[in-house]
């Protein structure tokens, strides 16, 4: 791998501020890679929102990579890829993770979403994971950091020579009355050669109603023009994923 890459990588995650909330962490490899908000590896400086830039890393292709939160009458977290290609000549499994803590209670109902596009064979696949933690513990400290509650997974197996999947769960858990942190896992196997296409995971907290399954498709499609946004707007020489 691209020891530049993995030096810069290894430095930011020895510079993590003690406030951080939004963090994402990522093996790739068996190197371990992570990102906090507004530290140097996010191209985008608003409180809440992650963008990395483009970058490869053991063979794996990052257009951008995003992640973002809130905590109020609905509080949410999301991230999403952009487009992830294996230039690989042999299949790669990594890891994706992605947490916030803080967020606002009570909370009356739970829900999730996740959707992508599979382009290749059978050789990739991806299982995707939601956390609840009641402690209010950060994850995402690196990629295998999920404190909580397993509330929800679902899995995905690509077809040649293309798959789309869209999945939503509108009850994964009832009433929280205290604060509480959130964390998303993707544990992702690409084939030689194939890509996932707008990854896209979400979980949502809401006081009351939570969205019906257009406004989900809405959401995940939206976040998914964060992420080219970002890709457009900001400049590309950050080494991480």
């Known amino acids: 791998m691209n020891k530049l890459l993995l030096s810069t990588a290894l430095l930011t995650a020895l510079a993590v ?5 939004l ?3 990522a093996n790739i490899g068996g190197d371990e890679f992570f990102c906090a908000d507004n530290t140097s590896c996010d191209a985008n400086p608003t409180v809440g929102v992650i963008n990395t830039n483009p970058v490869t890393l053991d063979g794996i292709s990052f257009t951008s990579t995003s992640a973002a939160a809130a905590s109020g009458p609905i509080d949410f977290l999301n991230s999403s890829s952009l487009l992830i290609t294996n230039t690989n000549s042999i299949p790669v499994k990594f890891v994706i993770t992605v947490s916030q803590i803080g967020f606002a ?7 999730d979403a996740d ?16 956390f609840i933690d009641p402690a209010n513990a950060q994850g995402a400290v690196d990629s295998s950091s999920t404190p909580g509650m397993l509330v929800d997974t679902s899995a995905s197996t690509a077809a040649f020579p293309v798959l789309g999947f869209s999945r ?8 929280l009355s205290s604060p509480y942190s959130m964390t998303e896992q993707a544990i992702i196997t690409l084939g030689p050669g194939e890509s996932l296409v707008n990854r896209g995971q979400s979980i949502i907290g809401a006081e009351a109603v939570i969205p019906e399954p257009a406004t989900w498709a809405l959401l995940l499609l939206g976040f998914a023009g964060l992420a080219w946004s970002g890709y457009r707007k900001h400049p590309r020489n950050i080494a991480v994923i």
């Open 17 to 21: 501020p003690a406030h951080a909330t």
């Open 105 to 111: 209670a009570p909370v009356n109902k739970f829900s």
């Open 168 to 175: 939503t769960d509108s009850s994964i858990l009832d009433k």
């Open 115 to 130: 959707s992508g596009v599979w382009q290749g064979s059978s050789a990739s696949a991806a299982v995707l994971k939601w």
């Open 23 to 25: 963090q994402i962490a």
